[in-house]
């Protein structure tokens, strides 16, 4: 197995879209290795081989242990890993952009750097939202309202849907176990839908801390794309799993919430969404097996990097 100084990065011709990765694989009480370019869970029951450049994001459960050239491999193929503690809620993400290009942090930069646009695009998240409502004209304090009103809606409605009795939403920090199941649920929901999303942001290029509805929080436009899909992704899957009660209600929600993020093609919708609210059209895209760096001219315009430029004008 070659070493890292010895391996050559992979082109972003060579790795798989993050639209056509698995949404998510849980593992606990294993250790991942690497074998050559795929990695290995080995337990009591034996090794396991999973494909590197198929996984969306790999969650890490208790009693975890992951190698140096396995966590390697995984950033090569822009996997986000993320290690969540006991039923779930504990979290601590990473990744590499699958893109060579900045065109899409470029984008995102530029519209958050706008107090109008940085508006803007937080009105067209609350449209893809709740797309009988909009949202043109409401100033934050009435979008936020209105995200109140509907999600209190959801529970509602989820709640005569499945027959899971719901009084109110209650999260209790480092007590996962203190609400009732529907409660669980929907924060083991929430936990795996802000890893999936922090592995679409950062396989995309874009800032996970430049948010357009959250501020001032390293994963604010995480929770903005993880939110898009909460009531009609993960409030759902949370209820479906709270029909059973609380006994394992974390792995049932993981499970119910990966049934409906494939069924809808989720990671394809999520990158669609985030090049549409970013109004990118993709002309800066690397498609070349080589990296495209250049310098900033005058009038946005791009010179060629890697030379030395004292001989195109004159200026002093």
């Known amino acids: 197995m070659p070493t890292i100084s010895q391996r050559k990065a992979s082109t972003p011709r060579e790795l798989n879209r993050i639209g056509d990765r698995m949404s998510f694989i849980y593992l606990e009480r294993c250790t991942v290795h690497r074998a050559d370019n795929a990695i290995t869970a080995e337990d009591a029951d034996g090794v396991t081989h999973i494909p590197s450049a198929t996984i969306g994001v790999l969650l890490l459960g208790p009693g975890t242990r992951i190698t140096h050239q396995a966590m390697s491999v995984l950033g090569e193929c822009g996997a986000g890993v993320v290690w969540v503690g006991e039923h779930g809620v504990r979290y601590y993400a990473g990744g590499r ?11 995102q930069a530029t519209l958050w750097a706008n107090r109008r646009t940085r508006l803007e695009v937080a009105r067209e998240m609350y449209r893809l939202r709740f797309p009988d409502v909009d949202p043109a ?21 989820e709640s005569a849907r499945t027959g899971v009795p719901w009084h109110r939403r209650e999260y209790h920090p480092g007590d996962f176990t203190a609400g009732d199941a529907p409660n669980q649920g929907i924060t083991a929901a929430a936990q795996c839908m802000y890893g999936i999303a922090h592995a679409v942001v950062v396989a995309l290029g874009c800032s ?21 899909y909460k009531t009609d992704v993960a409030i759902p899957a949370a209820f479906d799993a709270a029909i059973e009660g609380t006994d394992d209600i974390g792995a049932r929600t993981r499970r119910a919430l990966r049934d409906r993020i494939n069924k809808g093609r989720l990671l394809d919708r999520c990158v669609q969404d985030i090049k549409t609210l970013l109004r990118y059209d993709g002309t800066r895209d690397t498609s070349a097996s080589e990296d495209r760096v250049t310098v900033q001219g005058d009038r946005d315009s791009h010179w060629e990097a890697g030379r030395n430029h004292a001989d195109d004008e004159i200026i002093w």
């Not at 952009?97 to 984008?107: H, I, K, Q, W, Y």
């Not at 996970?208 to 898009?228: K, M, N, Q, T, W």
């Open 97 to 107: 952009a699958l893109t060579r290009s900045s065109g899409l942090v470029e984008a």
């Open 137 to 157: 004209g409401r100033t934050r304090q009435q979008l936020l309202s209105a995200e109140g009103h509907r999600l209190r809606d959801c529970y509602r409605r």
């Open 208 to 228: 996970p801390g430049l948010g357009f509805v959250h501020s001032g929080h390293e994963r604010s436009f995480v929770y903005d794309i993880a939110d898009l």
